[in-house]
């Protein structure tokens, strides 16, 4: 225990960067310097964050608070929220289903195919297109509406592997409990290809040196008042399980007093 200690609170030396353990901290602490770098830092962070009552933790967690009035004062309360998983390989990455690496390399192809296919689909069936937006580059559209059923199968099969990749999965379940404006997959560089990784969820690369490149921009995601309390409050439950080890003090008891 001394020593997983050391590695959470402490940079590890040379010798413990080599081992799973000390690797994770180093990719945990390469996203904390991102988030916390630039003028938009959030204003809370944390690690090791349970984002839910099954025990789904977050590597790092950000929240950005906002000042709210009620009854002539003001108030400091949760405005947004990140939440980052850490992996160290693909495989930390997909369910234990046979053979991920095949099925990953086919949605690649089904992707690439399905792209080709909404070309024509911008063609034949204009109707598809949302009128809302002036544009054509930022235009959006409907194609899961689409009549063509070569794409109607692409997008079947693609479905189907995703379930087999994604269903059960550490990040399958944090994206289902819906605590997180920002979801946020960190991996080493090289590791994945950005077009594996779950759709609802943007990717982080870390060099060996610690370097953070956005590799996908993360969508933003809808998240209930209720949901985003319950990530502060664990945050800060958290951070204060780092503040008793920070001073060499016992963690403080989950008994309630009487």
Sequence with gaps: MAKLTYL???????????????????LCRSVLAWMSAGASAPQ????????????DK???????MGKRASGGRKYLLPRSSMVV??????????????NPEGLASERLSLQSRMTS???EIRRKEPQLRDGHFLFEEYAEWNYEESRNPQYQECLHRRREIEHLLYHGTRME????????????????????????????????TVTPEGEVRVARKAPEQKTGGKALEHLTLQAAMRNSL??????????PSRRRKA
Excluded at 183 to 197: D, K, N, Q, R, T
Aim: with cysteine.
């Design 242 to 251: 780092y503040l008793h080890a920070g001073f060499g003090l016992d963690a």
């Design 8 to 26: 959470k609170y402490r940079r590890p030396t040379a010798k413990q960067a080599q081992g799973e353990a000390g690797r994770r901290h180093l």
């Design 85 to 98: 998983v850490c992996a160290l390989s693909r495989k930390e990455c997909y369910a234990a289903c046979v």
């Design 58 to 64: 977050a590597d790092v967690v950000g929240i950005w």
């Design 44 to 55: 809370v962070m944390a690690v090791d964050v349970p984002t839910s009552m099954n025990g």
């Design 173 to 204: 379940r944090i994206a289902q409990a819906s605590v997180a404006n920002f979801l946020y997959l960190a991996i080493p560089e090289g590791v994945i290809f950005v077009e594996e990784v779950m759709p609802q969820w943007g990717v982080l």
């Design 117 to 119: 296919l909404e070309e």
